[in-house]
């Protein structure tokens, strides 16, 4: 990662960057502005960098085997495709989310699974583009993501060593090269004993690039670890209650643990300095003659 450097938005990231912290909120709005709005408030508030969203066009991106499959909901019963339509936020919500956003001012950006949705979102002034796990083996998609000529950020679960190369190929070939990938492990929640955080080195002696992480464990202390470990983004999904409907919330960070996680990231980043030397201050100095005479 020697003399990398990415801008996203107005934020450079390098190796001497503390992380960028996305507040991933998906769906875990359910379809409702109000709790969208909530999240967003308290990502600025607290200090993270970026709110991040989940955009579909649900009949494309829904698997055909899923489309009828009947569940119950908080709206009552129907298909998984209504269900998936049914709390998609439109051109409407996200025009109100990008001026609430800009007033405040915090960055937004959103993964878009399909490529309807990715033309959706490049109406929009977003810093980078994200691609969830689930389409990092979809070369039409990420080919058209590097025409963007946007910052791409990719995590790495569910897929092998080889394939993880394919998709490094492609951000190669079809792109110019910014592009930061995140390890995860994509189980909702995720076992502690398989985030296999060290892999973060692997990454970046692989590939070169910047790396970061994406968490989906029901702690906090796998992403400190990251973070000191040198993840350069930092992505946790958020939620307003974990007894919110959705696979997504047991897995998030509720209000108070994203203040949490904000605070001992940064205290953990200012305790390992810069190794270069060895610190002996005028306190500690005084605290020697003190006790040395």
């Given at each position: ?40 408030d308290a ?107 946007k ?36 189980t ?27 968490g ?42 994203m ?35």
């Amino acid at each position: 990662m020697a003399n990398k450097s990415i801008y996203l938005g107005g934020y450079l990231i390098n190796e001497n960057s503390i992380p960028y912290l996305i507040a991933e909120i998906g769906i875990n709005h359910n379809g409702d502005l109000n709790i969208a709005k909530r999240l967003i408030d308290a990502a600025f508030a607290i200090g993270w960098s970026c709110v991040k969203f989940q955009k579909r066009e649900p009949s494309i991106s829904v698997p055909e085997s899923q489309k009828n499959v009947m569940r119950q909901t908080p709206w009552g019963m129907m298909t998984y495709l209504e269900y998936k339509k049914r709390i998609e936020f439109g051109k409407k919500e996200y025009d109100y989310i990008d001026r609430y956003c800009a007033e405040k001012p915090i960055a937004w950006s959103a993964s878009p699974w399909d490529l309807p949705s990715l033309d959706f979102l490049l109406q929009y002034d977003v810093p980078f583009i994200k691609i969830a796990s689930a389409d990092n083996g979809n070369e039409e998609l990420i080919r058209e993501v590097c025409k963007a000529d946007k910052p791409v950020i990719i995590s790495d679960g569910m897929c092998t060593i080889d394939e993880l190369d394919k998709t490094v190929s492609w951000l190669e070939r079809y792109g110019n090269g910014d592009y930061i990938l995140l390890h995860t492990n994509s189980t909702y929640p995720a076992p502690v004993d398989r985030l296999n955080l060290a892999f973060m080195n692997t990454i970046k002696e692989r590939y070169g690039c910047i790396v970061g992480y994406s968490g989906h464990e029901q702690m906090l202390e796998p992403t400190v670890a990251a973070a000191v470990m040198g993840a350069k983004v930092i992505e946790r999904h958020v939620t307003i209650s974990h007894d919110l409907w959705g696979t997504d919330q047991k897995s998030s960070l509720a209000i108070g643990a994203m203040d949490i996680l904000y605070k001992r990231c940064m205290t953990s980043l200012d305790a390992i300095g810069n190794g270069k030397e060895k610190s002996f201050d005028e306190e500690e100095q005084l605290k020697r003659k003190k006790l040395r005479g």
